[in-house]
């Protein structure tokens, strides 16, 4: 739901590759593409262990799409 919003408001911009990640997500269940999602909603990504400082600015960036 919120990363059609985001698409509508252009807060996002739309493409192949995100299309393909929220049917796949929603269909197939995908942790994967969910990962995608959540990803392009945040602006993070996921990876390597971070120190505690930009873990922090991560954690805060990660949880955006939770408000």
């Known amino acids: 739901v919120a990363v059609e919003e985001w698409i509508e408001n252009g807060?996002?911009?739309?493409?192949?590759?995100?299309?393909?990640?929220?049917?796949?997500m929603i269909v197939d269940s995908s942790n994967d593409a969910?990962?995608?999602?959540?990803?392009?909603?945040?602006?993070?990504?996921?990876?390597?262990?971070?120190?505690p400082s930009p873990f922090e600015t991560w954690k805060l960036q990660r949880n955006i799409i939770n408000r």
């Open 11 to 24: 807060m996002i911009e739309p493409s192949a590759e995100l299309d393909r990640a929220i049917r796949d």
């Open 34 to 51: 969910t990962s995608l999602v959540v990803d392009v909603l945040s602006g993070t990504t996921s990876g390597p262990e971070l120190p």
